[in-house]
Nanobody
Framework: QVQLVESGGGLVQPGGSLRLSCVAS????????MRWYRQAPGKERELVAD????????SYVDSVKGRFTISRDNAKNTVYLQMNSLKPDDTAVYFC???????????WGQGTQVTVSS
């Protein structure tokens, strides 16, 4: 059974930090590109960051560059999103996504809420 379980969300003040984790099971984690998306109320889901299978290539949406860091630990089947200098505009549900390019197969987590507010 495929599972992606996110954790680490919560309420944080502007300028604060959070670290999201996503633990995968039921598929070969090390073969999948891992991505973090987010969706704010009334907005479309947005790709925030992605990391290739070995971590050799990483990309970010412009609005989080210099503040967020994506990483992965293939031994632990886990992908992380370190979020620093958080802003109210970062408020959203954050989703973990696994993508296998050869077959276009994709899996989603259930999401974790991040709220940035004073």
């Amino acid at each position: 059974q495929v599972q992606l379980v996110e954790s680490g969300g919560g309420l944080v003040q502007p300028g604060g930090s959070l670290r999201l984790s996503c633990v995968a099971s039921g598929f070969t984690f090390s073969s999948y590109v891992m991505r973090w998306y987010r969706q704010a109320p009334g907005k479309e889901r947005e790709l925030v960051a992605d990391i290739t299978t070995t971590g050799s290539i990483i990309s970010y949406v412009d609005s989080v560059k210099g503040r967020f860091t994506i990483s992965r630990d293939n031994a632990k089947n886990t992908v992380y999103l370190q979020m620093n200098s958080l802003k109210p505009d970062d408020t959203a549900v954050y989703f973990c996504n696994a993508y296998y390019a050869a077959t276009f197969r994709t899996y989603w987590g259930q999401g974790t809420q991040v709220t940035v507010s004073s």
